[in-house]
Structures are given as C-alpha cells and as structure tokens.
C-alpha cells in the first residue's frame, strides 16, 4: 500500500512558475513509476508526465513538453513536477500517482494503482 500527498498548488500569473511535490508513503518508492494527472473543470483526467522507476525514462503530453520537468529523489520517497512558463490552460486540480516497476513511463491513467487526493493549480491570465 502507498500513501501519496501533493503539495505546492497555489495562484499563480501567467508565465509563471510552480513546483508540485509528491511524498509518498511506505518503504518500496523506488519500485514505483510515478505519474502526474490533472483534470480541469468539466474535463476528463488528462495526463501530464511520468517518470520511471530508476528515473531513466520519462514522458510528457504535448501540452506541456518544455515547460514541465518531471522528477524524483527516491532517497526522500517523493516526486516532483517544476512547471515554468504557465499559462492559463494549465488551471486543474493535479493529481499524483504510483504504478509498477515500469521500463517506459506509462501515461494511461489505468497504468497507476495509487493516487494522491489532488492540489489545485490556477493560473490567472
């Protein structure tokens, strides 16, 4: 079982910067690929980017290629996502979550079995 709480939601301008944070609980993290989720308003959950187990491979939507990085340190149990260059569209409640020992970072939401309750991200224009 793996317990996971996001932080670093917040207000935030346009063309700003943002970092999440993802600590998770129990003593096999480093066995986890970990992925982040968001969902707006009236949207489905739409994936964001995700990081292997080792760290070795990740991926990111289009939507935020560039400006996102994802990482973690399996040495503290926690995952992070640095958002640069925010824009409006990013506004969603983002979601951290834990699946298997991945090869490739998976981006189906199906992939996960955990999932932290969400921090919400608003980005004023």
């Known amino acids: 079982q793996v317990q996971l709480v996001e932080s670093g939601g917040g207000l935030v301008q346009a063309g700003g910067s943002l970092r999440l944070s993802c600590a998770a609980s129990?003593?096999?993290?480093?066995?986890?690929?970990m992925g982040w989720f968001r969902q707006a308003p009236g949207k489905e959950r739409e994936f964001v980017a995700a990081?292997?187990?080792?760290?070795?491979?990740?991926r990111y939507s289009d939507s935020v290629k560039g400006r996102f990085t994802i990482s973690r340190d399996n040495g503290k149990n926690t995952v992070h996502l640095q958002m640069n260059s925010l824009k409006a569209e990013d506004t969603a409640v983002y979601y951290c979550?834990?699946?298997?020992?991945?090869?490739?970072?998976?981006?189906?939401?199906?992939?996960?079995?955990?999932w932290g309750q969400g921090t919400q991200v608003t980005v004023s224009s």
């Open positions: 990081i292997t187990w080792s760290g070795r491979d990740t």
């Open positions: 979550a834990a699946g298997g020992l991945f090869s490739i970072a998976p981006t189906r939401p199906t992939a996960y079995n955990y």
């Open positions: 129990g003593r096999t993290f480093n066995t986890y690929g």
